[in-house]
């Protein structure tokens, strides 16, 4: 570790990792409000479809907080190995995106994905130490 504190470590990876949950959540979201995008392209041809994309709020929101999420990387890399900070992002990304997909998206999360889940979970444990 560099110059940060455990604390700074860990708000700035939490932070990015929260970032990029709430963009892809917010952009999943969008998508399935707008619905089939062939359909949409169909009707209104390709200009249409970006028109469709870019005019919805969430998916907005969503592009937002990924951008957020690419300065808070770049932040978290400035103070943060990189050995630990691009796997503990990564694994926290995909354990946060199954429990909001399940919360918010309401998805069908099976036994398999939530075994998947704790062992990325022992993965983020095993890389901290």
Known sequence: MKTATVFQTWSAIGGVAALAVLGEVLIA????????????????GLPGAIRAVLSSPMF????????????GMLYALSIVDLSLA???????????????????????????????VLFVC????????
């Open 29 to 44: 979201a969008a998508m399935r409000q707008l619905g089939d995008l062939d359909r949409i392209r169909e009707k209104s």
């Open 60 to 71: 907005l929101a969503g592009a937002l907080c990924m951008a957020l999420n690419f300065f």
């Open 86 to 116: 691009a796997p503990a992002i990564a694994s926290l990304t995909y354990v946060g995106n199954a429990i909001a997909a399940k919360l918010f998206l309401h998805e069908n999360v099976d036994r398999r994905r939530w075994l998947a």
């Open 122 to 129: 022992v993965g983020v444990v095993l890389i901290s130490r």
